[in-house]
């Protein structure tokens, strides 16, 4: 008798084996590639980024300017010396973040050569 129980267990150890093997292999089919993001991927999603950033910080200078000079005029009626000056503002901001965007933007175009 103890030998047809083992028998037994073996086949059903078999049995249970081939399963795992088939779930193993329905779960490989169904696993997704991973991708590996490039040098070229990361410069890209940098230099959009940054980008992005700084159009969005333009738009709300020239937006918040105007708005910083109405609230300004109304707190103290017609005191000139709290108000900014746009043009001056964006210069400002041209002249801080240009260059970094610059060098970003060169980045992004950097060849693999050089």
């Known amino acids: 008798m103890a ?3 083992s028998k037994t267990q073996t086949s059903q150890q078999i049995q249970y084996l081939d399963k795992t093997a088939q ?3 329905q779960i490989d089919a169904f696993k997704r590639p991973q991708i ?4 070229a991927d990361t410069r890209q999603k940098i230099a959009k980024l940054f980008v992005i950033v700084y159009f969005v910080l333009l738009g709300l200078l ?3 300017t105007p708005v910083y000079n109405l609230v300004a005029y ?4 017609s005191d000139k010396a709290l108000q900014i000056s ?3 503002i964006i210069q400002t901001y041209s002249a801080v973040v240009g260059p970094t965007l610059g060098f970003v ?3 992004y175009f950097k060849s693999k050569n050089g």
Not at 36 to 39: A, G, K, Q, V
Not at 74 to 77: A, D, F, I, N, W
């Open 23 to 25: 779930q193993q292999q």
């Open 74 to 77: 109304h707190v103290t009626g």
């Open 3 to 5: 030998v047809k129980k």
């Open 105 to 107: 933007v060169a980045y």
């Open 36 to 39: 590996t993001p490039t040098d």
């Open 62 to 64: 020239i937006v918040g």
């Open 86 to 88: 746009l043009t001056d």
